[in-house]
């Protein structure tokens, strides 16, 4: 009997030391679990993709990971050719600077082939799996991308198969046999969400990159990137991220592209980076409300180029937040100007204060993209560029 009340006043003294710490700290339940909440989502990650072709070196604590472009299939269907390879092994260095910081070699590439060809044969796969680990284990890298645009489609001007896609699901297979549960496997993936088996492929891939940007021309005074739909689109980033989430994608394993560059015509030329943007006397600025991003229109009023600014890249920062996707991507490093304006807004907002005041903000803020509803059918068909 003793006991029982023993342990009685026992219970009862820890109840009220729980009360008495509440009153202390004036945290309620509530509080601790919404900055849990936040706690647990930030930081996000940040992919920036870095080019072979240029001698600007990133700031290595402006992104969580380097995507270095690019790598190729060989010419003999078994292995990887990496473009500038002494490039790349300065690129690996920077992790001297933030230990943290992952570095990837993407493989492919817009018009980058011999794709098909190598998945098909099983000698040939497995050899290729092989050799991204000798390339991870040569330059130090934390993974390996794969960028194959795309699967079952000749629209790059590559050779392609209607088993590619069962194929790409035997070559993921393979690199994550070959380079180890340690190592990250990612690819990037169209707006459209088309022609990859996600259901078959999610088990050996870490995180998946959303190309929501040259899906609309200028040619056709369409948005390249815009995030809602309006009059002057053909398919969204909203959109896209709606079509990924259907076909079974955690979002937790999803990024967004940003893209840091714009996409003319009559006017202006194909693409222009965001560093070299001039407005012509002829033209004006114009925001879409509805896309929520803007665009350059000719003295008819038409649509000549589709661009991302400050405003746009904010907007799709919150947006990621929102949703709680896994972070942001962008192209590329190079295209912004010397100030750093579009990548800083990223690095603020997935990385930074920003990001965590944003979060914490009352919940009537938040606006999350409706992830029931169903993408759009049928899927619209990838722009030759």
């Known amino acids: 009997m003793k006991k029982t009340i023993i342990r009685l006043i026992l219970a009862a003294a820890v109840v009220a030391l729980g009360f008495a710490q509440t009153a202390c700290t004036g945290k309620s339940k509530t509080d601790s679990e919404a900055k849990a909440k936040v706690d647990s989502v930030h930081p996000r990650i940040i992919i920036a993709y870095v080019t072979s072709g240029s001698d600007v070196m990133p700031d290595p604590n402006s992104m969580t990971h380097i995507n270095y472009a690019f790598g190729h299939v060989n010419q003999t269907f078994n292995g990887i050719d990496v473009a500038n390879p002494d490039r790349l092994h300065q690129i690996s260095a920077l992790k001297q600077q933030n230990p943290d910081l992952k570095v990837i070699l993407s493989v492919g590439g817009w018009g980058s082939g011999r794709f098909s060809e190598m998945a098909a044969d099983s000698l040939n796969r497995a050899s290729f799996a092989a050799d991204a680990k000798r390339v991870i284990d040569e330059f130090n890298l934390d993974g390996i991308d794969i960028d194959w645009e795309y699967p079952t489609s000749s629209s790059a001007g590559i050779s392609s198969s209607p088993d590619d896609t069962q194929n790409y699901t035997l070559l993921m297979r393979d690199l994550r046999s070959a380079i180890g549960p340690d190592k990250l496997l990612t690819l990037a993936t169209p707006g ?194």
């Open 192 to 385: 459209n969400a088309r022609f990859y088996d996600f259901p078959a492929i999610l088990p050996y891939v870490d995180f998946i990159n959303i190309m929501s940007y040259d899906i609309g021309t200028a040619a056709a005074h369409k948005h390249q990137a815009p995030l809602y739909e309006s009059e002057h689109t053909r398919l969204t980033a909203d959109q896209a991220l709606k079509a990924h989430l259907e076909a079974g994608i955690p979002k937790d394993k999803l990024t967004l592209g940003l893209p840091f560059y714009g996409r003319g015509a009559y006017e202006y030329p194909d693409y222009m980076d965001y560093k070299d943007f001039k407005l012509l006397d002829s033209c004006t600025i114009v925001w879409d409300e509805k896309a929520q991003v803007p665009y350059i229109a000719n003295s008819k009023g038409e649509l000549v180029m589709g661009y991302n600014d400050p405003r746009a890249i904010e907007i799709k920062c919150k947006y990621i937040l929102d949703n709680d996707l896994l972070g942001a991507m962008y192209w590329e490093y190079t295209c912004d100007d010397a100030q750093g304006t579009l990548r800083k807004i990223v690095t603020d907002y997935m990385m930074g204060q920003k990001g965590l005041d944003y979060q914490q903000a009352p919940a009537e803020h938040y606006v999350p993209t409706d992830t029931t509803a169903p993408a759009p059918k049928p899927a619209p068909a990838i722009p030759a560029n």
